[in-house]
C-alpha cells in the first residue's frame, strides 16, 4: 500500500490550463473521491496520478518517491475505467490472467492470484464465460478483478459505474466499498455523482474547472461548505438559495430579510464566519430541502409564503417543489405523505439553526459567511 502527494500539480495544453496547481495529500489506506462536474478535471487529474498523461507543472510523489518521470507501467497503481476495457475474445480467466502473463508471472502464481480475485468478488462460476455472456455488474468485476491480480499500491477508479442502471449502481458501491474495508488499499475513485461521492468515500475533493473548491470528509462538506458551489454540488436534492440582505448587525450576529418575505427578518441571530459583514449588504441564504419545515411557526426560524407548483408523493417521503413572491423556487423534502396538491398556498419555515449563508457581492466564489 502507498500514500500519495500532489505538489502544485498543473496541467496544460497549448495555451489552455486545465488543472490549477492542485495540492492534495492521500493517506495510506484512504477512500478519497474526486467529485465535480462534467469537464472539471476530475479524470484529467487521475491520468496524471495514473502516469497516462504527463504533468505540465508540480510533482506527483506516489510512496513518498517523486513519479514524474516513471512509466505507468513502473508506478504500481491499477485502473479501472469507465469501458470496463476487457477483452472480448477472452474468457474471464484469460482477462484476469493477461496482464500477469505480459509480466511473464509464474503461471502456479497466476492461476493462484486470479482464482483468488475470482472468489473475492464472486465470479468462481464466470471463469470459462466471454464478457459478452455476463451482465453489467459483472463486467465491472471483472475489471476490477483485473485490477486486483496485480497487487496495486494504488485503485484508479475513472467513473466505473456510469455505465450501468441505477439498481446496478447502488449494488456496486456497496461492493467497492467492502472491497476497500477487506484489502485496505489506497484508492482514489472519480464520479460526478454526489451521491456516489457522499456514501463513498473517507473524504472528497470538490473540482470545478480544474481547481480543488473544498476536501473534506462527507459530513464536513455537507454541514460546512466553504462556498455556493460547494453547497449546491454537495447534496440531493439541491440547497435552496434564497435572495435577501442583511437587515441589522447585533453583537451576537446578523438578522436577515429576504426578498422573499422583505418585512420578516429572523428572530435569531445568525453568527458569521467573518466580521466584514455589513447592514444591506446582499446576501444568499441557503437551506436543504429537508431542513425546510412545514406547518406553525417555530422559535427562531424565518417564515415564507410559498405556491405549491407540483408535488412527488414516493411514499417514505414527499417533495413540494414551490415558488415564492420573489420568483425564487423552494424544494421542500417533507418526511411521509403530505395532503398538499399543486396550486395551494403554503407558509414554510426555514429554521435559522440549518441555514447558509453566502456573500451574494462576488457572484463568482459566494464565499460562506457562516
Not at 309 to 336: K, P
Request: aromatic fraction near 6%; hydrophobic fraction near 45%.
Amino acid at each position: 500500500m502507498a500514500g500519495l502527494q500532489l505538489k502544485r500539480v498543473a496541467k496544460r495544453y497549448g495555451a489552455t490550463t486545465v488543472i490549477h496547481g492542485v495540492d492534495l495529500e492521500v493517506k495510506d489506506g484512504e477512500f478519497v473521491v474526486f467529485v465535480g462536474p462534467s469537464g472539471c478535471g476530475k479524470s484529467t487529474l487521475l491520468r496524471m496520478i495514473a502516469g497516462l498523461e504527463s504533468a505540465s507543472d508540480g510533482d506527483i510523489v506516489i510512496d513518498g518517491n517523486r513519479a514524474n518521470d516513471v512509466s505507468a507501467a513502473q508506478r504500481g497503481l491499477a485502473m479501472v475505467f469507465q469501458s470496463y476495457a476487457l477483452y472480448p475474445h477472452m474468457t474471464v480467466y484469460q482477462n484476469l490472467a493477461f496482464g500477469l502473463e505480459n509480466l511473464r508471472t509464474p503461471r502456479a502464481t497466476i492461476d493462484a492470484k486470479v482464482r483468488g480475485a475470482a472468489k473475492m468478488l464472486r465470479l468462481d462460476a464466470l471463469l470459462e464465460r466471454r464478457p459478452t455472456q455476463l451482465s453489467g455488474g459483472q463486467r465491472q468485476r471483472v475489471a476490477i478483478g483485473r485490477a486486483i491480480v496485480r497487487d496495486p499500491t494504488i485503485f484508479l477508479f475513472d467513473e466505473p459505474l456510469s455505465n450501468l442502471d441505477a439498481e446496478l449502481r447502488v449494488q456496486m458501491r456497496s461492493e467497492i466499498t467492502a472491497l476497500h474495508a477487506r484489502l485496505g488499499t489506497t484508492m482514489i475513485y472519480v464520479t460526478h455523482d454526489q451521491v456516489e461521492a457522499m456514501t463513498m468515500a473517507d473524504r472528497i475533493v470538490v473540482l470545478r474547472a480544474g481547481s480543488v473548491e473544498q476536501i473534506g470528509t462527507p459530513l464536513e462538506l455537507y454541514n460546512r461548505p466553504d462556498n455556493r458551489f460547494v453547497a449546491g454540488f454537495i447534496g440531493s436534492p439541491q440547497m435552496n438559495f434564497l435572495s435577501g440582505r442583511i437587515a441589522t448587525i447585533r453583537d451576537e450576529g446578523a438578522r436577515i430579510a429576504l426578498d422573499a418575505a422583505p418585512h420578516a427578518a429572523s428572530d435569531a441571530a445568525l453568527p458569521l464566519r467573518v466580521s466584514t459583514a455589513t447592514v444591506e449588504q446582499r446576501v444568499l441564504l441557503g437551506i436543504r430541502p429537508e431542513h425546510v419545515m412545514l406547518g406553525a411557526a417555530t422559535p427562531g426560524s424565518l417564515r415564507v409564503a410559498a405556491t405549491i407548483d407540483r408535488v412527488e408523493q414516493l411514499g417514505a417521503a414527499s417533495f413540494l417543489y414551490c415558488t415564492l413572491s420573489s420568483g425564487e423556487r423552494l424544494t421542500v423534502h417533507a418526511s411521509g405523505q403530505v395532503a398538499y396538491t399543486g396550486g395551494e398556498q403554503m407558509t414554510v419555515n426555514l429554521p435559522v439553526s440549518d441555514t447558509h449563508l453566502f456573500d451574494a457581492t462576488d457572484a463568482e466564489t459566494a464565499v460562506a459567511l457562516r
